[in-house]
């Protein structure tokens, strides 16, 4: 069942998947990462260090955005749920981005709720607090051989790295025109 997509996003938390360590730096499942790294250099977001994750804030036209990158590796990416839940931040003010192997490389698109689809990143977030949450899904394709997964996940991409940085270009605009709707 889908739940229906608010009307009006009120987004206050942006989560990037990925995993932590220069070795999965530059990997197809740390695009997540690579937007709000690009997010928080595009409005001069300061990263810190907490327990778990890597968290800054951005002011994106007036509002004050929170910028989470788990250190958990993939897996365990839920754990940092917790601290938006102290913060009074609720499931639907949050946008997770991250890869998805059902799309074309780097075609965008945003959505509300749904399942995990066999993200394990995703499966954590649901865990912890449900799936009514947006979720930006960044293309990286499938490999032919559904076998080839977990490699194809963590190695780099093939494609010329100005082509995923306008993919990641084209991420950043499809999240700041969510957040302006609000």
């Known amino acids: ?38 997010l928080a250099r595009d409005y001069h977001g300061t990263w810190q260090s907490k ?3 890597d968290i800054a804030s951005i002011n994106l036209d007036g509002k004050k955005i929170i910028l989470i990158k788990p250190q958990t590796f993939m897996n365990s990416s839920g754990k940092v749920i917790s601290e938006l839940t102290k913060q009074g931040i609720k499931p639907e003010h949050i946008l997770v981005v991250h890869d998805e192997l059902e799309m074309p490389f780097a075609k965008i698109a945003i959505r509300f709720g749904g399942s995990a689809r066999g993200h394990n ?3 954590s977030i649901i865990q912890a607090c449900g799936p009514d949450f947006f979720r930006l899904r960044w293309g990286i394709a499938r ?8 490699d194809y ?9 100005s082509e995923i940085e306008r993919g990641i270009q084209q991420a950043i605009t499809a ?3 969510l957040i302006n709707k609000s």
């Open 175 to 177: 999240l700041v025109l």
């Open 143 to 150: 490999p032919e051989d559904k076998a080839h997964v977990p």
């Open 1 to 38: 069942m889908n739940t229906p997509q608010p009307t009006n996003p009120d987004i206050k938390a942006i989560i990037g998947l990925g995993n932590p360590g220069k070795q999965y730096e530059l990997t197809r499942h740390n695009i997540g990462f690579r937007v709000v790294d690009q």
């Open 153 to 161: 996940v963590l190695k780099p991409f093939m494609q010329n790295e």
């Open 121 to 123: 990143g995703l499966k």
């Open 51 to 53: 327990p778990n994750m």
